[in-house]
């Protein structure tokens, strides 16, 4: 890659994470590449995130916005996002220098907004790499959701939430409520209900040009909508959650020695190991 400027994301409340950084921003600036810390500038060429898949989150949508591609370095726990290994994170930063064709992904958003049933008002748009959820207090009792996707009506959900994800969001909030891994760069918005009611329930994979609109049945108690881990609106039955995809995805590198399937196996012990089996040659060549 031609790098001018490179960003500098860290962990947020974490000294040792936060001195990293400015290790890495030396490293850039010693082969004359302005660096910057904590800030995104759409003039940069790459953002390199420190920590864990939180961080990404975090700044997902404002990389996306100015369409600046992030490479994730994992010093979390998880490091779905984050694929690159702490150990591997220097050799990685020279292949981005040396490699004029680094592997990059675009993994779709969405965007969340409400309406107001009454007036019609529209809500600020908060926005997604994993997922959109809504969710009942643990308390209260299942929640009823009419769901559409743009305009024909899909079913009505008994359950004790429900999750809208891309399919990055598959592997997290989505599986563990029973979704399907969906692969990361298909175009697609997952709909899966959180504990339903009906067995019949499953979940539905839609193209992602489809809106997906829920609205609330009474009676609906406190009910939370959550975007990517953040509480950002508390909704009744007058009102209507908008889910759709982004105008811009976001660019991510992928590390330069693990394939998506090889981070999944290696998350989830698929098959106790992540060690990659060839397909033989003479099939190959048949592919």
Same mark, same amino acid.
């Given at each position: 890659?031609?790098?001018?400027? =490179? *960003?500098?994301?860290?962990? $947020?409340?974490? $000294?040792?994470?936060?001195? +990293? ?10 082969? %004359?590449? @302005? =660096? ?13 995130? &420190? ?10 949508? /404002? ?12 010093? *979390?726990?998880? *490091? ?5 290994? #702490? ?12 490699? !004029?064709?680094?592997?990059? /992904?675009?993994? +779709? ?12 008002? @529209? ?36 359950? !004790? ?10 592997? #997290?909030?989505?599986? %563990? ?10 175009? #697609? ?6 504990? $339903? ?20 049945? #009474?009676?609906? *108690? ?9 509480? @950002?609106?508390?909704?009744? /039955? ?11 995805? &976001? ?7 693990? %394939? ?28």
């Amino acid at each position: 890659m031609n790098i001018g400027f =490179a *960003g500098v994301i860290t962990r $947020p409340d974490s $000294p040792e994470v936060e001195q +990293i950084g400015g290790d890495v921003c030396k490293w850039f600036e010693e082969r %004359s590449i @302005r =660096a910057q810390m904590n800030k995104i500038d759409p003039e940069m060429d790459v953002v390199i995130v &420190l920590g864990g898949d939180g961080t990404l989150l975090h700044v997902a949508w /404002e990389a996306s916005r100015y369409q600046v591609p992030i490479l994730g370095v994992n010093l *979390g726990n998880l *490091g779905f996002l984050t694929e690159v290994a #702490a150990d591997e994170m220097y050799m990685a930063l020279e292949t981005l220098l040396v490699e !004029d064709d680094v592997r990059m /992904e675009y993994r +779709i958003m969405l965007a969340a907004s409400t309406i107001n049933g009454n007036t019609g008002e @529209r809500s600020e748009t908060f926005h997604a790499l994993n997922e959109v959820v809504i969710v009942k207090k643990s308390t209260e009792a299942m929640i009823q959701m009419r769901c559409w996707a743009d305009r024909e009506y899909v079913t009505t959900y008994r359950a !004790d939430g429900l999750i809208m994800s891309t399919p990055t969001g598959s592997t #997290a909030y989505n599986l %563990s409520a029973g979704g399907p891994v969906v692969h990361a760069e298909l175009d #697609a918005i997952v709909v899966t209900p959180i504990c $339903p009611f009906m067995l019949e329930s499953r979940p539905v994979l839609l193209g992602s040009e489809y809106k997906v609109t829920t609205q609330l049945l #009474a009676p609906a *108690g406190e009910v939370k909508v959550i975007v990517d881990g953040e509480m @950002r609106w508390t909704i009744t /039955e007058n009102d209507y959650l908008l889910v759709q995809r982004a105008s811009k995805p &976001l660019r991510l590198i992928s590390s330069p020695w693990k %394939s998506y399937f090889n981070i999944l196996r290696s998350k989830l012990n698929w098959g106790g190991a992540s060690v990659d089996l060839p397909l033989p040659e003479q099939v190959c060549k048949h592919c």
